[in-house]
């Protein structure tokens, strides 16, 4: 089993299919995972029995305090009710996208002249927010997780400010079954999101690090690079 230094409990903020996903990695790789839906405990209770034997339906409050890890699985669109209170010092993944189908049409998540892990940065000015797990489809991760070292697997690009972060972040994606790769910081992150060649994309890591190196000269890391200079 990979090293689990990052902390022993991970809490999931939303029990939907991505949720639900991230949470029976966290449990098959040894993990105690925490899962709070965006209503009562009794509420998603039966579907965590279901979905993720072995995790806990609990509170946000009770994730937000008993959680080493937070992963964030809610729309893009609701970031702004998440704890920031509640979550302050804490090492939080941010695993959402903006899709206007189910956020709206938004202009404040769809600015290419900030990442939305910025923004999510922003309303959680006292935690550290690490961008994981966003750019691979919810079937992929469920399907491809694979020991280290195995041939066919897949990576999971990941994107922060500090070392510290990006290697406990890089330590539980690991754990969870995929090669590691550091895509930058989180202004950097926007080249993960929804438009850039890796979004959607289920990729062994050296495709990954070239995706990386492409986006600048893609068509949308021009557009992205032209409203940052203006």
Do not use: C
Not at 4 to 20: F, H, Q
Not at 116 to 139: I, M
């Amino acid at each position: 089993m990979s090293d689990l230094s990052a902390g022993r409990t991970i809490g999931i903020l939303g029990a939907g299919k991505v949720g639900t996903v991230l949470g029976r990695l966290g449990v098959a790789a040894g993990y105690t995972v925490l899962i709070a839906g965006s209503g009562p405990v009794a509420k998603i209770a039966l579907t965590i029995d279901v979905l993720v034997p072995g995790a806990i339906a609990t509170t946000a409050d009770v994730v937000a305090s008993d959680a080493d890890v937070v992963i964030l699985g809610l729309p893009l669109g609701k970031y702004r009710t998440i704890p920031a209170e509640l979550l302050a010092g804490k090492l939080v993944i941010d695993a959402m996208n903006y899709w206007w189908e189910v956020d709206g049409i938004r202009d404040d998540l769809s600015d290419p002249r900030v990442s939305t892990s910025e923004l999510v940065q922003a309303h959680l000015p006292d935690s550290r927010v690490v961008k994981a797990f966003s750019h691979v489809g919810y079937h992929e991760l469920d399907e491809d997780g694979r020991p280290a070292g195995s041939p066919d697997r897949k990576a999971i690009a990941i994107a922060g400010d500090t070392a510290a972060d990006l290697d406990s972040v890089a330590k539980i994606v690991d754990a969870f079954g995929f090669d590691p790769v550091v895509a930058g910081t989180l202004r950097d992150s926007i080249n993960l999101e929804p438009g850039s060649e890796l979004f959607g994309a289920d990729l062994p890591a050296a495709d990954v690090r070239t995706a990386l190196d492409r986006f600048s000269t893609s068509d949308r890391g021009l557009d992205v690079a032209a409203a940052r200079a203006s």
